[in-house]
């Protein structure tokens, strides 16, 4: 993937980086690890500079963003209430599961979003909650854009800064992303196991 990533980096320049950014949103497997460090080496060998990677990475962040965000608002908490009536009893999951989480999320979203923008995988999902849960669009966008600036300042940056062995920073960046993932695998076999003695309880 990080040749076809640099590839498309290297013959679109500013184009290709707001695209390949806009799609990491909505596909998070594309890493913008690659795509942010490579970025910032780049403006080191070509007429790119930092400034003008970080908008377009910026831009194209914030597209994929809206976009979740109104897929969640289409999705919408009523709409996923009456999944759970439906299948409820197969996922283990009820309506009061939901109207918590979504109380939850109206109390700390904001801050779960900005915090969540520089988290990989859930940088990305972190839009359709906003969207399901009602959060107002201006502040949603503007802690996206906060948190989005940040990851993408600091990995330009750093791009810049190790020029040739950003594969290096990649290669570290992998190994964070990779706890990540277990850590949420983690989080989500807890929450099945918590859901399945909750069920054998109610059922005693």
């Given at each position: 993937?990080?040749?076809?990533?640099?590839?498309?980096?290297?013959?679109?320049?500013?184009?290709?980086?707001?695209?390949?950014?806009?799609?990491?949103?909505?596909?998070?497997?594309?890493?913008?690890?690659?795509?942010?460090?490579?970025?910032?080496?780049?403006?080191?060998?070509?007429?790119?500079?930092?400034?003008?990677?970080?908008?377009?990475?910026?831009?194209?962040?914030?597209?994929?963003?809206?976009?979740?965000?109104?897929?969640?608002?289409?999705?919408?908490?009523?709409?996923?209430?009456?999944?759970?009536?439906?299948?409820?009893?197969?996922?283990?999951?009820?309506?009061?599961?939901?109207?918590?989480?979504?109380?939850?999320?109206?109390?700390?979203?904001?801050?779960?979003?900005?915090?969540?923008?520089?988290?990989?995988?859930?940088?990305?999902?972190?839009?359709?909650?906003?969207?399901?849960?009602?959060?107002?669009?201006?502040?949603?966008?503007?802690?996206?854009?906060?948190?989005?600036?940040?990851?993408?300042?600091?990995?330009?940056?750093?791009?810049?800064?190790?020029?040739?062995?950003?594969?290096?920073?990649?290669?570290?960046?992998?190994?964070?992303?990779?706890?990540?993932?277990?850590?949420?695998?983690?989080?989500?076999?807890?929450?099945?196991v918590l859901y399945i003695r909750r069920a054998?309880?109610?059922?005693?």
């Amino acid at each position: 993937m990080e040749s076809w990533i640099t590839g498309i980096m290297e013959q679109y320049g500013y184009f290709g980086i707001l695209l390949l950014i806009a799609l990491e949103n909505l596909f998070p497997p594309i890493p913008s690890e690659v795509i942010l460090t490579l970025g910032g080496f780049m403006t080191t060998s070509t007429d790119l500079t930092p400034v003008g990677v970080i908008s377009v990475a910026t831009v194209g962040s914030l597209i994929g963003a809206i976009i979740l965000y109104f897929v969640g608002q289409l999705l919408g908490v009523e709409r996923l209430e009456k999944i759970i009536d439906r299948y409820g009893r197969i996922l283990r999951v009820k309506k009061e599961d939901i109207r918590r989480a979504d109380a939850w999320f109206d109390k700390y979203g904001y801050w779960a979003v900005l915090l969540c923008r520089m988290v990989p995988l859930i940088r990305s999902l972190i839009s359709l909650p906003a969207g399901m849960s009602g959060m107002k669009f201006v502040p949603f966008l503007f802690f996206t854009t906060i948190g989005t600036l940040i990851w993408n300042i600091l990995l330009v940056s750093i791009g810049v800064a190790v020029g040739d062995n950003w594969t290096k920073i990649v290669d570290f960046m992998d190994i964070y992303s990779n706890i990540v993932y277990a850590l949420i695998a983690i989080a989500c076999v807890v929450v099945v196991v918590l859901y399945i003695r909750r069920a054998k309880k109610f059922k005693v």
